[in-house]
């Protein structure tokens, strides 16, 4: 009688990229503070100092996915389209490209979202989101000012509401197939305008 060999169930062969996905999905599961390097570990099939063998520890996870997110917007601010022309043109661009922007990176903006500043790579990260919020609402005030959105805005309550439109998106968009990314950016974008308009 001959016996059949089994293959061992091999694990999975993680990089620090890898590693950084599976943390970020974590992290948004159960809180940046509700998970230890256990739980990381045991969400990705290794053991901890396999773990550590790829990063520093949570803290530096923390920090490369905050930087992702912003590397992302900050991409978006710097693009041409972002920084000529008229400035409701560049407010427009700068409005679709971060619903793009947000829907494409979605578990990374969303772990970015729910930053609270209670670290010091959260307190960098806030500040660095509160210096794109600045940028977009100067976008903004200059449309107003230019006669091409509403005269009757508050620019910093039209600001705030615009973006909590869209960081809103990260609460119930998941990329199911249904309806594309694309279509729920030009969308958001749309109706955005369509109010600020005069």
Known sequence: MTSELTPARRRPAYDAA?????AVAVFNER???????EDLARAAG???SSFYHHVEGKESLLAAACDRALGALFEVRD???SR???TVDRFAHVLLRTTETLLTELPYVTLLLRVRGNTPVEQAALEQRRGFDRYTADLL??????GDLRADLDAALATRLTFGM?????EWFRPTGETPPAAVARATVDLIMRGLRP
């Open 18 to 22: 890898s590693l950084l996905d599976v």
């Open 46 to 48: 290794i053991t901890k």
């Open 141 to 146: 005030s200059q449309a107003i000012a230019d």
């Open 84 to 86: 000529e022309g008229r």
């Open 79 to 81: 693009e041409p389209a």
């Open 31 to 37: 809180g940046y503070d509700g998970t230890s390097m």
């Open 166 to 170: 869209v960081t809103s998106i990260a």
